[in-house]
């Protein structure tokens, strides 16, 4: 047999190639988590985007826009959506502009969205992406984004669905979520990783909903200047 004939240096061939496909592994799990987001896998998060929060949240009626916009596109792609509500007994009902009729809010006290949807989330083995949208940042988007990263979920937050009464807390809310492994991202950026291709038979309705730009919600002010939170 080989092994007889060649001795040694075989072996040393072996431990070689053990090396090397231990290195091989070792780089497959070093690599980024790319952050794909993929309808069959995703499911989009409504955060507390109720009455009394109306005049108190930096860019409301923004907000709820883009969150309106990403709800349509989550519908026409056949994406689970989940909503809550805090405390509604005293902060009221999920404004009727989002469009979420058809949807039963959960309610909750808790500064996380998980505990109140545990039984949905655990319902689901399929699910990889959160896509998150919703109020207020340095509350309960930031602990539901930790309590999914938690989970082993990714968790991409729609930073222009997302905001709270203080811009600075808004500011170091996402950067705090971004430290702990979350993908910022914009509507329009996952809506189009969501449809895939100019082909998919959803494509022209969704784009009707993306050809006007997302209205602003006061990013750019955040994002300018080098901001070094954000690094």
């Known amino acids: 047999m080989l092994w007889l004939v060649q001795g040694p240096p075989f072996f040393l061939w072996l431990k070689n190639m053990a090396s090397v496909s231990s290195w091989s592994k070792k780089m497959a799990a070093a690599r980024p988590i790319l952050g794909r987001v993929l309808p069959g896998s995703s499911i989009?998060?409504?955060?507390?985007?109720?009455?009394?929060f109306r005049h108190n949240i930096?860019?409301?009626?923004?907000?709820?826009?883009?969150a309106a916009?990403?709800?349509?596109?989550?519908?026409?792609?056949?994406?689970?959506?989940?909503l809550t509500e805090q405390y509604p007994q005293g902060l009221g009902p999920t404004v009727p502009e989002l469009g979420a009729e058809g949807l039963q809010p959960l309610t909750k006290t808790c500064f996380s969205m998980v505990p109140a949807l545990q039984?949905?989330?655990?319902?689901?083995?399929?699910?990889?992406s959160v896509l998150l949208c919703g109020i207020e940042a340095q509350a309960c988007i930031l602990n539901t984004t930790l309590?999914?990263?938690?989970?082993?979920?990714?968790?991409?937050?729609?930073?222009?669905?997302c905001s709270s009464r203080s811009q600075v807390d808004r500011l170091v809310a996402l950067a705090r979520m971004r430290q702990s492994g979350a993908f910022l991202s914009t509507s329009e950026g996952l809506?189009?990783?969501?449809?895939?291709?100019?082909?998919h038979p959803?494509?022209?309705?969704?784009?009707?909903?993306?050809?006007?730009?997302?209205?602003?919600?006061?990013?750019?002010?955040l994002f300018q200047g080098q901001n070094p939170l954000l690094h």
Not at 44 to 52: A, G, S, V
């Open 58 to 66: 930096a860019y409301f009626p923004q907000i709820v826009s883009v």
């Open 69 to 82: 916009r990403m709800l349509r596109v989550a519908r026409l792609l056949e994406v689970p959506v989940l």
């Open 147 to 161: 309590d999914l990263l938690d989970r082993g979920l990714q968790v991409h937050v729609v930073v222009d669905a």
């Open 44 to 52: 989009l998060f409504l955060c507390d985007m109720q009455e009394k």
């Open 119 to 128: 039984q949905e989330l655990d319902s689901r083995p399929q699910l990889r």
């Open 191 to 199: 809506i189009l990783q969501l449809v895939g291709d100019a082909a």
């Open 202 to 221: 959803q494509f022209k309705e969704i784009q009707k909903l993306i050809k006007e730009p997302a209205p602003d919600s006061g990013l750019l002010g």
